[in-house]
């Protein structure tokens, strides 16, 4: 069984809104932080939010003020609320999860999202 599984990718025009989830039903540890990472051809992989256990929240320079991300609970799910989305929103969307007290941690398989007209 798949420990994240991220949902909501897709293709939307510049401008467009799209909702990503991350189930995360299937991990085995109580959760800490949790976070959605991004990837786009021929860069490496980067931090596009964050939220601690405690709900404290980080956002890349780039996505602040048009992304928003969010936790049900402490064991998820987790969402992130993407606004305004432009040509360089394109990537490979990732789910992340760590363990409260100790190392453990889980991506999920990634979620493709593409803005073009």
């Known amino acids: 069984q798949a420990q994240l599984v991220e949902s909501g990718g897709g293709l939307v025009q510049p401008g467009g809104s799209l909702t990503l989830s991350c189930d995360a039903s299937?991990?085995?540890?109580?959760?800490?932080?949790m976070g959605w990472y991004r990837q786009a051809p021929g860069r490496q992989r980067e931090m596009v939010a964050t939220?601690?256990?405690?709900?404290?929240?980080t956002y890349v320079d780039a996505v602040k003020g048009r992304f928003a991300i969010s936790r049900d609970s402490p064991q998820g799910p987790l969402y992130l609320q993407m606004n305004s989305l432009k040509p360089d929103d394109t990537a490979v969307y990732y789910c992340?999860?760590?363990?409260?007290?100790?190392?453990?941690?889980?991506w999920g398989q990634g979620t493709q999202v593409t803005v073009s007209s």
């Open positions: 992340y999860a760590r363990q409260l007290f100790g190392s453990r941690e889980s």
């Open positions: 939220i601690t256990y405690d709900y404290d929240i």
């Open positions: 299937g991990i085995q540890f109580d959760i800490g932080p």
